[in-house]
Structure formats: C-alpha cells, structure tokens
C-alpha cells in the first residue's frame, strides 16, 4: 500500500485542478448542520421563495406579504428556501479479497476514496470515510475545509487489506452510528458469501443516497488459469483442488455473469447508483468519464 | 493374422501403471485467487462426478491405454497372409564397372541403370523374390533372396559405380550360381556394355536378360602412365603418357603434368578419332613425390582424364655387416648408392637388428640373433631353425629358383664352390640353390624373421668375382627390406590389390583412400595388404615407421572406349508367370499410424486442458516437459514409418564354403 511519502504518487496536480473544478451531487436533499452551498429541506432565509404559512406571532413583519392580506384580510408571511452543507460517507471495503491483483483492488478503492473525498472537501461538504472488514474496522469522522485533505490522504495511504468480509454487518453497524445520513459511496468486490443486500438495505432505511462502485480485477473477469491447480482463498485461506479445463472456465464466466447481473439488477431496483469497474482502468478516467453526472458534477 | 513377435503383448503391461498414475494425486501448481465463491459452482460440479463421469469429461486416460494397445500391437508384428501374385525370383546385376559412370545418358549411366532396376522391383508382385548383385571388384550380394521389395530397393539405392575395370562375368556367374537351376529365376543385367562379352554359360542363358544402358562414346582418357628414373642422373626421370581418343571426331585439348603441383610440361594435343598417341616426357625432381598427368576436357568420363604416379622417396638401406673382415662383401655393399653400411667385428655384435634394417652375418656365430632380415654367409645361429648335418666336398649344383625375387637375373650355372655346409631347414622357406645333398642358398621366411642363407664361404668359392654375386646380395638386401621399392610397385591398377612389405617391427597401419576415407589394413608376414582399390587417386599408407603414398588408376583401354556393344538377346520367351503364392504381409506400420493419431489426439486434449482452452504454451514447466515429450514421441513414431536404417561400416571378409559331394563323401 502506498506510505505516507506515497500519498503525493496518489494524483497529478492536473488531476487535483480538474478535481477542483467538480461537485458532488445527490439525487436527494439533506438537512445539514451548518450553512452550506445546497438545498436544505429546511425554510431559511435565502432569496429564493420556497412557500406561505399563516403568521404566528413573533415573526418578522417583514415577511409578511402584504398583497395576499389586501386579498383575504388575512396575514401571511414568505418561506425562503434555507442553504445547507451535504455529509459524503466513503466506505471502502477492506478485507482480504480486496488484496488481490496487482495493484490491487484496495489500492484503487483507497484512490477513488481519496478523490470523491477531495472534491466533497474544497466544495466545504463533510466528507467522512469508513474502512469495512467483518464491521467497519476504523474510520474518518465527518469533517470539512480543504485542512484535512492531506490528512484523509494519509489516512487511506495506510489502510491494508486484511480479514474477512461482512458487509452487511460493517455497513449496518455504519447505518446505525451515523448521525446524518448523506450521500454514501460504498468501493467494494461485494464478494461477501453472505450478501450485501440487508446492510445496503440498513442504508436506504436511514435515507442515505447510495452509490455502489463494484471493483473487479482483471483476473477475476477473465482468468487465465488453466491445468492441474490449487486454489487458495486470500480471505479465508481455504485450499480447493480444481483442473480448470476449458469447461471450467466457461462455467466460471456463467457465474460471474449472474453474480454482476445479479448485483446491476439489485441496485436498478433500489435506486442505487450502480458503477462497476475494473482495475486496469485509470482511476482519473473513472472519476471523469463514469462518475461525472452522476456522482460528480 | 498371426503375430510374429507375440511377446511384445506384454508392452500392454504398462496400461496398469498409466491407471494408477491416473488414480494418484496430480501435482498441482498453487494459485491465490481473491474468492472462491465464484469457482464454488465449479468446485460442486466437479466434486460432485464419478470416476466415470469425469473419464467423460477427461478422456485421457482412454486415449492414452488405446494409444499404448495399438502399439503393442505394431511390436507384436502382426501379419496377414495374402495370396500374392507374381511368384518369381529375380536377380539384378548391376554393372559397377568404370564405364558406367559416362555422362553420355543423364545423369550418368549407373543412375540409369538405378532407375531401371528399381523400377523393375517395383513393378514385381508380391510374392516375387528380389536379389541385388553387384559387379565390383567382386561380385557382392547386397541384398539377399527375398520378398522384401524394400530392401532391395535400398540396396539399389545405397550402390554406386566404381573405377573398375569390368568384372561383370563374374558377377552373372554368382547369380547363375544363387538361383540354381530354376526355371522361373530371372537375373537382369544392367550394364552398358561397353566391353566385348565372351561367349560363354553366362551369355547363352536364356533366363539372363541384358538391358543395355548408353549411347555413344565421347572420350579420351590416358590409358597408360610410367615413370622411370634415368640411369644417368638419379634426379631425372622420364614420364611415358599414352592417351586415346574414343570420339567420332578428332578432339583438342589440354595436357599437363606435375609433380606434387608443380607443373612440369603443358601443350596441348590433336587426337584424330580413334588413335592412340604415347607422349614421351623427361623432366627433373629431387626426393620423391606424386606425378599427376592430366587431361583438361569435358567428356563422358573423368575416371581417365587423370593418372597418378608415386615417385618412391630416397631411401637408404642401413646394413650392419658383421664379419671378421671380408673384403668381397664390404666393397660390393659398400658400392650399392641405397646402402649405408656399418661394420663390426664378431666381437662387438650382441645379437638383434639394432638400428640397421639388415644386418649380415659372415662366418661370426653369435649365441642368438633374434627376429628381424638377415644375410648368414657361412654361419647358422643357433636359434634359427636350420640344422647343419655336416659338409659337402665340391657340391655340385643342381638347379636354382629363376621366379624368387633375390635369383633375379642371376646364373648360378658355372659357379665352383669348394665345400659347403649340409644344410637341413626346419621352417618355412625354400631352397634358392640346390645341389645334389642339400640347398647351397636357403631362403628363410618365419613370422618375425626373414634370412637368406649362403651355406659357404666367400672365400672357398669362386662366387665373389662372378657378376652374380653383387646381383644376389642387391636383390637380397631388397627383398628383405622393403626401402628397395621401384616405382612400379607403387602403382597398381584399379581393382588390383596394394600388397607393399612393411619394414621390420611394423604391426599395424592404416589405408586413407582418394576420397578420404581410413581403413585399417592388415599386416601379415611383414607386408601390408588392401584390397579395396575401386577409386582412381593417391592412396596413403601409414605406419608407424611413416607414410607411403600409391597410386591406383583406371588404365584400361576397354574401359575408356564407352561404345555400348550389342548385348546378347533373350533367345525365347520369359518364363511363365506362376500360381499366386500365399504371402505374408506386415500390419505394423497401420498400427502405428493408429497409435500416432491417438497420441496426437491425447496431446490436444492435453494441451487444451492446461492452457484453460486458450491452447497457449502452458506456464507450468512440468506441463512443457509433458507437451514436449509427447510432442517427442509423436515425431519418434513417424520417424519408424520412414523404416531408417543405420550404415555401418564393415570389414568385408569374403568366405567361400566347399563342399565335397564326391562319393567317397558320402
């Protein structure tokens, strides 16, 4: 994994411009703590008219309009739409699986991480990360301001892919400690044999916008094993014999097919954003031709 | 279908333990993949199938029992009796001779001759039986009786025309004699006849047919070359050259000599057709050396255009005489220009040769004198089988031997001896002079030791001041060492054997033809033999005691003339053709094509399973090793297909049994 020292190699600062000039957008809106750049569910004081409500007493008279008292003979003041900050949750999946390729998965998941979490960062949103193993193993409490870039950068530089994973478990642990939900990116294999469906579903209930990258390696979507081999699990370390014959490797690619149908067709059906990748992509081409416009404006 | 090698079943053994390596674990190379709940439905489904479901899905181990029955079954011979037509017996002569090597059919005449004969072998049927003959310098059978067509034809194939003079009667001689007197034999002489065939048995059997090869005769060749050294000078010598012309028309061209490359005359000569020319020419060399006379122009034989002569090197003949002092035998030995003498007293002789090549012993009697080449003038040693019986007063001589080398030119008639020893041999040798009691003069000839005996004194005798007596001891010293060689002893003629006296001590040598080829020759009785001499050029001998080079040419006027002769023609018709005959056929080569498609079949299956079906080279280095050996055997099969033989050189020893059918035999 990249070190401290290798956390610069992350970006060029070509990528960290084009980066700047980009947005994060939720197809929802959120009430935020503090003022920010977004709508916010919440009537505030901003120049653009959001609705009526009868005067109470205490309201500013200044509100109050006068043309529909003229009307009805009856007082009632302006609502104004309030602006908010948005909470971005990245959640990157660290287990052992996550380890495999060359680079590895994590290496671009701990990447993608490290440039949606820029560009939430220098747009004054709080962006918070979550390391997910058997439960999220450690995290990033939600924080803003361009301060802690570097900082959320060190942070992933050093996270190693270790242990097994539970994703449902890790994401509805998440689900459940999180004050604010948000726009949640979740980077992860979802190579989980016990699913992934209840902890995203743990997610939807607490009103998150959720996005799902779906890593693969490029051995995973072809392999070019062949012959008399045994097959060791990197999370498990379980050891299986198998001669991958040409019918084996076509049974394999039938079940990976249904594996990312399977994961595509869950996540149409929940509006969750589906965005699958494999490694030997560039991460910036990613970011800048797959995610703008749907995770980034 | 009967099995000729029936035993060869048990190569099927093997299936036993290809089953069990099946059975046992296969190494496997370890791979780490990120999850295997993606290969858990491969995993299931394959954990989950049978021996004999996974046999389906894996037919290897099938293919490879199949492909290791079939070839059991190749080395079992399996054969099949059919019934074949054609049952006959053939002969093929073919005629090795020089003349055949004409450029005038093409490629040349023999490769004609080749082509003819196997297409006749061809064209035979089944159960027909195929000889090959070839007419060398003997007649060899190079292929045996029998109905394998394809032996035959490789022994046409492997048989080349020779600068031989031609020996073809011999040759029809043999196949007469191989087939018998069968009716149904046929013996095919390929030859060009160009030569005069004798009428004989072997030209009026109506079971030879002749096939006549060649068209005209378009050559000039040197038919004769002799050096001779002049008497005046011992650095001069005299080349005779004797060239002819065998063309239509009369023909120029370019004739040189030289000496170890160093050109000594060229002109250029006009040959009317038909005539032979002798060229005298002198010329001047020092030590010895190889005279090459050659033709410069293109005709139908080159075998003649060249000839070959061996100037012996100078040699001297050291001569140790031991003898109280004899005036007679020093003077003449001291006067011989190829002998260097050294004298010594009885007195400071032990015995042996020392370093002389001969040593003569005069009235001294050493207690032994051991192997070597020995002159005994009035002595016998004790350890040579002669026995002296006693004297004989004024013998009277009865006859001495003309033929032997050492009485060349010599009258013995009017020689007056005053008395003699009686000698009596107990070895091998013969009498030189004889008188009435015993010989005067014994020529002895042991494996180790060879002597001349002069059974009296020079000094008792009148024979010193005859001319004979420095002609005898001349011709002794040359017969007992072989420095006494004359230039027509280095020149043979091709086909005749080298036959040279070695010097004493030498037990071993070895003979480097023209075309570079070395062969070990034999030493007996102190001379070396061979036998070989079917190519024109310089022969080396080499020896421990040094090399010796001689020449072998063709220098025959038959051969050079290429006009085909009329052959004789069959007088009736061919022999009838037979009753078809069972035959045996071999189905070896069918089951082995059998096992090499399986093979091939196993192996990409093979190395299709582990290259994943990518049929890239596998990564593992044990599945190369498996790809590659089998890759190997495949091609090792095939090569059988081809029936390759391996040649191996051979000592030929030709051995004749007689056999007494007389009836006192019986």
């Known amino acids: ?297 | 279908m009967s099995f000729l090698s029936p035993l060869a079943f048990a190569l099927f053994g093997l299936s036993l333990p290809l089953v069990l390596l099946y059975f046992l674990k296969v190494r496997r190379r370890e791979k780490r993949v990120s999850s295997l709940m993606l290969w858990e439905a491969v995993l299931r489904d394959r954990e989950a199938s049978t021996f004999f479901q996974r046999l389906q899905r894996d037919p290897l181990l099938i293919l490879q029992i199949l492909a290791l029955a079939a070839l059991a079954l190749a080395l079992a011979r399996p054969a099949v009796t059919v019934l074949g037509e054609g049952a006959r017996k053939v002969v093929i002569v073919l005629d090795a001779s020089a003349s055949m090597k004409a450029r005038d059919v093409s490629p040349s005449r023999f490769d004609v001759a080749r082509a003819e004969a196997a297409a006749l072998v061809r064209r035979l049927g089944e159960a027909a039986e195929v000889m090959v003959i070839e007419a060398g310098v003997q007649p060899t059978v190079s292929a045996a009786l029998s109905r394998d067509h394809d032996r035959a034809l490789g022994a046409i194939r492997a048989s080349y025309a020779r600068d031989l003079p031609n020996r073809l009667p011999e040759a029809v001689r043999t196949a007469r004699a191989l087939v018998g007197a069968d009716p149904r034999a046929e013996i095919h002489v390929f030859t060009d006849g160009a030569y005069t065939l004798p009428k004989s048995l072997e030209t009026s059997d109506p079971r030879v047919r002749w096939v006549s090869i060649g068209r005209r005769s378009n050559n000039v060749g040197i038919t004769n070359l002799s050096v001779r050294k002049s008497y005046a000078n011992s650095f001069e010598y005299q080349a005779f050259v004797s060239l002819v012309n065998y063309t239509p028309e009369a023909q120029t061209f370019d004739f040189s000599l030289e000496v170890d490359g160093r050109s000594l005359a060229e002109k250029s000569v006009t040959l009317e057709p038909s005539v032979r020319r002798s060229v005298v020419l002198p010329f001047t060399h020092n030590g010895g050396g190889a005279v090459a006379a050659r033709l410069h122009i293109n005709d139908d034989l080159a075998s003649d255009n060249v000839a070959w002569a061996v100037l012996p090197p100078p040699r001297k003949i050291a001569v140790t005489l031991v003898s109280p002092g004899n005036l007679f035998l020093e003077k003449v030995l001291k006067t011989d220009p190829q002998v260097a003498l050294d004298v010594k007293t009885p007195d400071q002789y032990q015995g042996g040769m020392g370093d002389a090549d001969v040593v003569v012993i005069d009235t001294a009697t050493p207690a032994r004198v051991g192997a070597g080449r020995f002159v005994f003038v009035n002595t016998v040693p004790s350890d040579v089988p002669i026995e002296v019986l006693g004297r004989i007063e004024q013998p009277n001589i009865m006859d001495w031997d003309r033929n032997h080398p050492v009485m060349r030119h010599v009258e013995f008639a009017k020689v007056a001896i005053e008395d003699a020893m009686r000698l009596r041999p107990l070895s091998a040798g013969r009498p030189l002079v004889e008188a009435v009691g015993g010989p005067l003069i014994y020529a002895l000839e042991e494996p180790d030791r060879k002597a001349i005996i002069v059974g009296f004194d020079l000094f008792k005798t009148d024979f010193p001041l005859r001319v004979a007596f420095p002609l005898i001891l001349s011709n002794t010293l040359r017969w007992l060492h072989p420095a006494a060689l004359d230039q027509s002893s280095l020149q043979v003629a091709a086909g005749q054997p080298i036959l040279l006296p070695v010097a004493h001590g030498v037990t071993s040598g070895t003979v480097t033809t023209p075309s570079g080829r070395t062969v070990k020759a034999p030493i007996t009785r102190g001379a070396i033999s061979f036998t070989e001499t079917d190519e024109v050029g310089l022969y080396t001998l080499s020896t421990a005691r040094g090399d010796l080079r001689v020449a072998v040419n063709l220098m025959d006027a038959d051969e050079s003339n290429l006009e085909p002769r009329p052959l004789p023609q069959p007088s009736g018709p061919g022999p009838a053709a037979s009753a078809a005959q069972p035959v045996q056929r071999e189905l070896w080569a069918f089951f082995v094509g059998l096992a090499i498609a399986l093979l091939l079949l196993e192996g990409i299956l093979y190395w299709r399973r582990q290259s994943g079906g990518r049929m890239a080279l596998p990564s593992g280095p044990g599945d190369r090793w498996a790809l590659a050996l089998r890759g190997a055997l495949i091609v090792v099969l095939a090569l059988t297909l081809a029936r390759p033989a391996l040649p191996r050189w051979v000592d030929r020893e030709n051995v004749v049994f007689l056999l007494d059918l007389s009836d006192s035999v019986s």
């Open chain 1, 1 to 297: 994994m990249p070190t401290t020292t290798a956390r610069a190699s992350f970006f060029t600062p070509e990528f960290l411009a084009q980066l700047e000039r980009l947005s994060l957008l939720s197809r929802r809106t959120f009430r935020g703590s503090v003022k920010g750049e977004r709508r916010s569910p919440r009537r505030g004081h901003s120049v653009e008219f959001a609705d009526y409500r009868a005067y109470g007493h205490g309201d500013d008279l200044r509100y109050v309009d006068w043309n529909i008292y003229g009307r009805l003979d009856r007082l009632h003041v302006k609502l104004f739409v309030d602006e908010e900050d948005l909470c971005l949750h990245l959640l990157v999946d660290a287990s052992a699986s996550m380890g495999f390729g060359a680079p590895s998965k994590l290496n671009f998941a701990v990447r993608l991480a490290a440039a949606l979490g820029f560009v939430g960062l220098v747009n004054f949103e709080r962006v918070g990360l979550g390391i997910l193993r058997e439960r999220v193993a450690e995290g990033w409490p939600p924080t803003r301001g361009r301060g802690h870039v570097l900082p959320m950068m060190d942070f992933l530089a050093k996270v190693e892919p270790a242990g097994a994973t539970s994703i449902d478990e890790g994401l509805a642990n998440y689900a459940q400690r999180v004050r604010e939900p948000g726009l949640v990116v979740l980077v992860s294999d979802l190579l989980d044999p016990n699913g992934y469906e209840r902890g995203v579903r743990a997610l939807l209930e607490r009103r998150f916008d959720v996005h799902l990258v779906h890593l693969l390696d490029p051995e995973e979507m072809n392999p070019t094993l062949g012959g008399d081999l045994r097959l060791t699990d990197s999370e498990t370390g379980e050891i299986r014999e198998l001669t991958v014959d040409s019918e084996a490797l076509r049974d394999y690619r039938t079940r990976l097919h249904h594996f990312l149908e399977r994961a595509e067709a869950y996540c149409r059906a929940h509006e969750i954003g589906y965005h699958r990748v494999v490694t030997d992509t560039p991460v910036e081409a990613f970011v800048v031709a797959q995610l703008r416009g749907r995770i980034l404006g």
